[in-house]
């Protein structure tokens, strides 16, 4: 791993940092904006090339029309890459969510936090949901590049209103 640079506090419990990022689809998207309809899902990526981005996303495919559909929830998976490169990603993998470009990293450093590897600057992988309130209800951020938040598990966090269910 590279050196890290890491939002250093969780933001369980707490406001998610609003942010705006233009999207494979060729629209900008605010968190905000989303969170009108519903809880939102953020899922910090590294790149294009991260193997284990590509399974998590599709993950997070398999389950979006469903979540949109049943309870108005949007995935928003920023990937700290430019739009060429995801748009190639989004159709290599045929994925059903559009991907979001954060070639800085500032808005996976609001978050998860960066690291500086042999590609640049990459985002720690991360999953958050946040609720129609703008509140984060569920952090996980990866201690290894495999440590990943699957859809289906997050599908059931949400019906379960905002529980782990896995609990009791």
């Known amino acids: 791993m590279g050196d890290r640079s890491i939002a250093g506090v969780s933001l369980e419990r ?4 609003d942010f705006t990022l233009e999207s494979t689809a ?4 605010t968190l905000s904006d989303t969170l009108e ?7 910090i990526n590294r790149g294009h090339w991260c193997s284990f981005c590509a399974e998590q996303l599709q993950t997070f495919s398999e389950v979006s029309y469903d979540l949109w559909f049943n309870d108005g929830v949007d995935i928003l998976p920023v990937v700290t890459d430019s739009i060429g490169p995801l748009t190639e990603m989004r159709d290599r993998y045929d994925l059903d969510v559009q991907l979001l470009s954060d070639p800085g990293g500032e808005v996976a450093s609001q978050y998860s936090g960066t690291e500086e590897t042999g590609r640049g600057t990459t985002g720690i992988a991360a999953t958050y949901v946040i609720d129609g309130d703008g509140n984060v209800r569920y952090e996980q951020v990866a201690d290894h590049p495999g440590d ?6 997050v599908r059931y966090f949400i019906r379960g209103d905002f529980a782990d269910p896995f609990d009791g």
Not at 26 to 29: A, L
Not at 148 to 153: M, V, W
């Open 148 to 153: 990943r938040t699957y859809g289906n598990f």
């Open 14 to 17: 707490s406001q998610a940092p």
């Open 37 to 43: 309809d519903g809880p939102s899902v953020v899922l």
């Open 26 to 29: 060729g629209e900008k998207v």
